[in-house]
């Protein structure tokens, strides 16, 4: 939209829009939204949330997280997620919802009317050029775009799912469609993208000739771009349309609005490198796809499937040949940081044979595609064995060359249990069984890693110097004695999966992960568990207090109490708040099921404070002791 000086809204159009915009229907854009009773629920897009707090209340047309706190009307929630002051977001609403904006001075009602009106007839250009080129296709100029369609196995029903159409070869077959036959102005056209402005004289020629035209489309299904596909020898073999006020190519994937609700569905998208690749898989069955416009990989297109997703997995499958492989490593290095911070799933799957998912359709089942994305790679493991392809680790360079790549990959990664897992595992590896050298090659890569990172200006990670909780202590040293003693092990895990304890520090609640795959033989050795861990963990984990090692069991058995009780009082004071908010709402069948659920926890709490396992904590004073 262009910058304009943003006036005074008339109290009306404020009200209306007010009125007719829907919060789920914004909200739902953005985040991954399940039914909650009459309301609906999703992870809080305000802050690094793990489990859903953010709850949407369609009949109040509120949100409210009860974690971070955010709350507010659908102005506030975009006014936040866009930055954009108040007057900003009520035209972007009015637009949305096709409200007439009124403000108090006449000529910038009719500035921005005629604002909104070109968006408009932009969107209706593009309609039309997409009813144009389907129109084609069927006639008997389409008859060799058509019949190549057929060639790809590409059904009638698919064909017009995706409103696949063609563009005549005539130097001005949609000019003359659009501007002499439906007297659009020749300028908004050329805006739209789809007519070119002749060099040395006047008038203009069709962008799009004698192409196979496939529909770009925004989340709503509404065209804003095309790509087209050459039938002949003409290149570029794949054309798109320019940018324009409509496409911005960075923030958009085809086949986004027929992938939304299936990816939300299996909780996992699927990226491919084509537009005939997605249409092939969503004609047999795989509707969790969508794909790249022939450019880089963005992280705001990411972004975007993040808001469909709840466990932010997402698959990539370009093509296996050597410049899909390539491609797959430029879209790693592009979206590194958000995977990292943001804790996305990329998984990275490559087909059998160097095929591209069309080819391998064509022979092998959608079932057996299935299971193979299923089992990709995640993304790190993925480019450790292209480190590893190839190379003769019995030649010394090719070792040495393996080795400074490893380093230099696992130095761009932040301090953590991943890491260093993957450090031990890769140098056990690359030993090919000798222990000692293990232990060498494992050292010197935290050595290389620490020094590339400090270097590159990254912080590390140092637990030690946060001040823990004493509920950050408590499981640090639940972890220690698991680590400890081997004849705890399987009554740690019995009672926390009977008190349904999760870890608050990211950190132990990974190592935990790692820990119970570790230790399938329980008399496995603290060293042996250990190795794989950041030196500032096993400092804190490792370190042993006597009391561990002279009375564990008592130990565990109040850590476990502690930790009980700590997640009850957190439950108990989340449904407090959810109490508080339904109290206010007037939804009294809700606080009444609310308040049952806080009594049942409350209840839990008195029956764990009865046996009395431990008077003080090694990690507590008398005044934080809770038992």
Same mark, same amino acid.
């Given at each position: 939209?262009?910058?304009?000086?943003?006036?005074?809204?008339?109290?009306?159009?404020?009200?209306?829009?007010?009125?007719?915009?829907?919060? %789920?229907?914004?909200?739902?854009?953005?985040?991954?939204?399940?039914?909650?009773?009459?309301?609906?629920?999703?992870?809080?897009?305000?802050?690094?949330?793990?489990?859903? +707090?953010?709850?949407?209340?369609?009949?109040?047309?509120?949100?409210?997280?009860? +974690?971070?706190?955010? +709350?507010?009307?659908?102005?506030?929630?975009?006014?936040?997620?866009?930055?954009?002051?108040?007057?900003?977001?009520?035209?972007?609403?009015?637009?949305?919802?096709?409200?007439?904006?009124?403000?108090?001075?006449?000529?910038?009602?009719?500035?921005?009317?005629?604002?909104?009106?070109?968006?408009?007839?932009?969107?209706?250009?593009?309609?039309?050029?997409?009813?144009? %080129?389907?129109?084609?296709?069927?006639?008997?100029?389409?008859?060799?775009?058509?019949?190549?369609?057929?060639?790809?196995?590409?059904?009638?029903?698919?064909?017009?799912?995706?409103?696949?159409?063609?563009?005549?070869?005539?130097?001005?077959?949609?000019?003359?469609?659009?501007?002499?036959?439906?007297?659009?102005?020749?300028?908004?056209?050329?805006?739209?993208?789809?007519?070119?402005?002749?060099?040395?004289?006047?008038? %203009?020629?069709?962008?799009?000739?004698?192409?196979?035209?496939?529909?770009?489309?925004?989340?709503?299904?509404?065209?804003?771009?095309?790509?087209?596909?050459?039938?002949?020898?003409?290149?570029?073999?794949?054309?798109? =349309?320019?940018?324009?006020?409509? *496409?911005?190519?960075?923030?958009?994937?085809?086949?986004?609005?027929?992938?939304?609700?299936?990816?939300?569905?299996?909780?996992?998208?699927?990226?491919?490198?084509?537009?005939?690749?997605?249409?092939?898989?969503?004609?047999?069955?795989?509707?969790?796809?969508?794909?790249?416009?022939?450019?880089?990989?963005?992280?705001?297109?990411?972004?975007?499937?993040?808001?469909?997703?709840?466990?932010?997995?997402?698959?990539?499958?370009?093509?296996?040949?050597?410049?899909?492989?390539?491609?797959?490593?430029?879209?790693?290095?592009?979206?590194?940081?958000?995977?990292?911070? =943001?804790?996305?799933?990329?998984?990275?799957?490559?087909?059998?044979?160097?095929?591209?998912?069309?080819?391998?359709?064509?022979?092998?089942?959608?079932? +057996?595609?299935?299971?193979?994305?299923?089992?990709?790679?995640?993304?790190?493991?993925?480019?450790?064995?292209?480190?590893?392809?190839?190379?003769?680790?019995?030649?010394?360079?090719?070792?040495?060359?393996?080795?400074?790549?490893?380093?230099?990959?696992?130095?761009?990664?932040?301090?953590?249990?991943?890491?260093?897992?993957?450090?031990?595992?890769?140098?056990?590896?690359?030993?090919?069984?000798?222990?000692?050298?293990?232990?060498?090659?494992?050292?010197?890569?935290?050595?290389?890693?620490?020094?590339?990172?400090?270097?590159?200006?990254?912080?590390?990670?140092?637990?030690?110097?946060?001040?823990?909780?004493?509920?950050?202590?408590?499981?640090?040293?639940?972890?220690?004695?698991?680590?400890?003693?081997?004849?705890?092990?399987?009554?740690?895990?019995?009672?926390?999966?009977?008190?349904?304890?999760?870890?608050?520090?990211?950190? %132990?609640?990974?190592?935990?992960?790692?820990?119970?795959?570790?230790?399938?033989?329980?008399?496995?050795?603290?060293?042996?568990?250990?190795?794989?861990?950041?030196?500032?963990?096993?400092?804190?984990?490792?370190?042993?207090?006597? *009391?561990?090692?002279?009375?564990?069991?008592?130990?565990?058995?109040?850590?476990?109490?502690?930790?009980?009780?700590?997640?009850?009082?957190?439950?108990?004071?989340?449904?407090?708040?959810?109490?508080?908010?339904?109290?206010?709402?007037?939804?009294?069948?809700?606080?009444?099921?609310?308040?049952?659920?806080?009594?049942?926890?409350?209840?839990?709490?008195?029956?764990?404070?009865?046996?009395?396992?431990?008077?003080?904590?090694?990690?507590?004073?008398?005044?934080?002791?809770?038992?």
């Amino acid at each position: 939209m262009t910058t304009l000086l943003m006036p005074k809204l008339d109290p009306k159009t404020i009200d209306e829009v007010r009125s007719k915009a829907d919060l %789920y229907d914004v909200v739902s854009e953005r985040v991954v939204l399940r039914k909650a009773g009459k309301d609906y629920k999703g992870l809080c897009p305000f802050h690094e949330d793990r489990s859903p +707090s953010f709850y949407v209340s369609p009949s109040k047309q509120i949100y409210k997280c009860f +974690s971070c706190g955010a +709350s507010g009307d659908v102005f506030k929630f975009l006014m936040e997620q866009d930055k954009s002051s108040f007057t900003e977001t009520v035209l972007v609403l009015a637009g949305r919802y096709g409200i007439s904006v009124q403000t108090a001075q006449p000529e910038q009602s009719a500035e921005y009317a005629r604002k909104l009106s070109k968006r408009q007839q932009l969107s209706e250009i593009m309609e039309l050029a997409a009813q144009f %080129y389907s129109y084609a296709l069927h006639s008997e100029k389409g008859k060799t775009a058509y019949t190549y369609l057929k060639q790809r196995a590409l059904s009638e029903k698919t064909i017009q799912q995706f409103r696949l159409g063609y563009s005549p070869s005539g130097w001005q077959s949609l000019y003359t469609y659009l501007v002499e036959q439906k007297h659009f102005p020749a300028k908004l056209v050329e805006e739209a993208g789809l007519i070119v402005p002749r060099g040395n004289s006047q008038g %203009y020629y069709d962008r799009f000739r004698d192409r196979l035209m496939i529909p770009i489309c925004d989340t709503k299904g509404q065209v804003i771009a095309f790509g087209g596909r050459a039938l002949g020898d003409e290149q570029p073999k794949y054309l798109n =349309s320019p940018e324009t006020e409509l *496409f911005q190519k960075g923030q958009t994937l085809f086949a986004i609005h027929e992938a939304k609700t299936a990816i939300t569905r299996m909780d996992a998208a699927i990226i491919v490198e084509g537009y005939f690749d997605a249409i092939a898989l969503h004609q047999a069955g795989i509707t969790n796809v969508v794909a790249t416009l022939g450019t880089a990989m963005r992280s705001d297109q990411v972004k975007q499937l993040l808001r469909y997703t709840e466990s932010k997995q997402v698959i990539l499958n370009f093509d296996a040949d050597n410049a899909g492989v390539q491609a797959t490593e430029r879209a790693i290095g592009e979206l590194r940081d958000l995977v990292v911070k =943001s804790g996305v799933q990329l998984r990275i799957l490559h087909l059998p044979s160097g095929k591209d998912p069309d080819e391998y359709l064509r022979k092998c089942s959608a079932q +057996s595609y299935l299971e193979l994305a299923k089992n990709a790679p995640l993304w790190l493991e993925w480019q450790v064995e292209r480190l590893f392809h190839g190379k003769d680790l019995g030649q010394n360079d090719d070792f040495q060359q393996v080795s400074r790549d490893l380093a230099a990959l696992f130095s761009e990664l932040p301090d953590s249990i991943g890491r260093t897992q993957y450090i031990h595992r890769i140098a056990g590896r690359l030993s090919q069984g000798n222990g000692r050298l293990a232990v060498q090659l494992e050292e010197d890569f935290r050595r290389r890693t620490r020094v590339k990172a400090k270097r590159n200006g990254q912080p590390q990670l140092s637990l030690e110097k946060v001040q823990l909780s004493p509920e950050h202590k408590a499981e640090a040293q639940l972890l220690a004695i698991f680590i400890q003693v081997p004849d705890l092990r399987e009554m740690i895990r019995q009672e926390i999966a009977e008190y349904k304890i999760e870890f608050i520090v990211p950190e %132990y609640r990974n190592l935990w992960d790692v820990l119970c795959t570790q230790t399938e033989n329980s008399n496995a050795q603290a060293d042996a568990l250990v190795d794989f861990n950041s030196e500032e963990i096993r400092g804190i984990l490792c370190h042993a207090d006597p *009391f561990i090692l002279s009375r564990p069991k008592e130990l565990f058995q109040a850590i476990i109490q502690f930790v009980a009780i700590a997640e009850c009082e957190r439950q108990s004071t989340r449904i407090g708040q959810l109490c508080d908010e339904a109290e206010a709402q007037g939804d009294w069948d809700n606080l009444t099921r609310l308040m049952e659920q806080r009594q049942v926890q409350i209840r839990k709490i008195g029956q764990l404070r009865i046996p009395m396992r431990c008077r003080i904590l090694p990690f507590q004073s008398r005044s934080e002791n809770p038992l």
